[in-house]
């Protein structure tokens, strides 16, 4: 909790201290009183760039002119990009081809320069591999980085500062940054206070994770949630096995209704990764039935080109 504290002395001189909405017909839909933490309203569209900041500004002087690298299909190579363009050091993104089209133009716009792979996991690390031997740049990882995980841990502090009597948090887990992040404050804050972690049923690797005491790839799921398609590493495993109250999982029907149901009664975006503790709510209502929900509202970057909605 005292690290999440620290980054927020420096995560809160770049980053927005994003709002908290609720919504009465949302909460008389999924019979709970939901405070949404709208990180879709945060710098770069979502939380990824509180850990970014943390880390691109934690680094010493002679690493930073160094420059960061990483491997990202979105969300975190953007919130670097911006992070590094705002300290002004150069940022190297390797992103895998299929990446939402969004997503690569708002690295571009941040000045990130981006190569391309193929999208596996492998191809990822051997391009970034390649990347960093030729400009010597800092590899900073979507989320197994403790920088990075107490960086996302903020968007907690921000919530509970606010709202301090909740009875529940809820956020996505892809990699589990997030969650992380999350768990590390609240329940440092309150240990009272359950959290959950929200995933794809076809990307269910955290739950299963959990469930047999070892750590599952991801491998190659099939998901609208783009975000949430990596896998845990041993760093957020370890804290999300030792601090977690559960891995709840949805359909891809569910996360669309949800998405559709925030959009419709709230006016705001959220991308497919944000409405998937929404569908957790709706799945899973034994939960939350009549309890004061936050839930952190990840991003917002939706490609309006390309959106799951059906007449």
């Known amino acids: 909790m005292e690290d999440v504290i620290k980054a927020y002395e420096i995560v809160k001189n770049y980053a927005h201290c994003t709002p908290v909405l609720t919504s009465k017909s949302v909460n008389a839909i999924l019979k709970a009183d939901i405070y949404f933490k709208c990180e879709n309203f945060q710098k770069g569209g979502a939380f990824k760039f509180r850990g970014a900041s943390n880390a691109v500004f934690s680094l010493t002087a002679d690493d930073a002119k160094r420059g960061v690298v990483t491997h990202s299909s ?133 739950f299963r994770s959990l469930r047999d005491k070892t750590i599952y790839p991801s491998v190659n799921p099939n998901t609208i949630a783009d975000g949430l398609r990596t896998s845990l590493c041993e760093l957020t495993y370890t804290i999300i096995a030792a601090k977690c109250d559960g891995i709840l999982t949805v359909t891809e029907e569910g996360i669309v209704e949800a998405m559709r149901i925030i959009w419709e009664r709230m006016k705001i975006l959220i991308e497919p990764s944000s409405a998937v503790p929404i569908a957790a709510m709706m799945e899973h209502p034994q939960y939350f039935a009549g309890k004061k929900v936050g839930t952190i509202i990840s991003g917002g970057n939706v490609d309006l080109g390309d959106l799951p909605f059906k007449k």
């Open 74 to 206: 979105g969300n975190h190579a953007a919130g670097l990009a911006l992070a590094a363009s705002i300290r002004g050091i150069p940022s190297y993104i390797v992103m895998p081809e299929n990446a939402a089209a969004i997503k690569k133009k708002a690295v571009e716009g941040y000045g990130g320069k981006i190569t391309f792979c193929k999208p596996t996991l492998k191809d990822r690390e051997d391009t970034l591999y390649q990347v960093q031997m030729r400009t010597g740049a800092v590899f900073i990882h979507a989320y197994d980085n403790i920088k990075v995980i107490c960086g996302q841990g903020t968007a907690s502090l921000e919530l509970l500062d606010e709202y301090p009597d909740l009875d529940i948090v809820t956020v996505p887990v892809g990699g589990g940054g997030l969650l992380s992040g999350t768990l590390t404050y609240t329940k440092g804050f309150n240990d009272a206070i359950k959290v959950y972690g929200t995933e794809p049923l076809n990307a269910d690797d955290a």
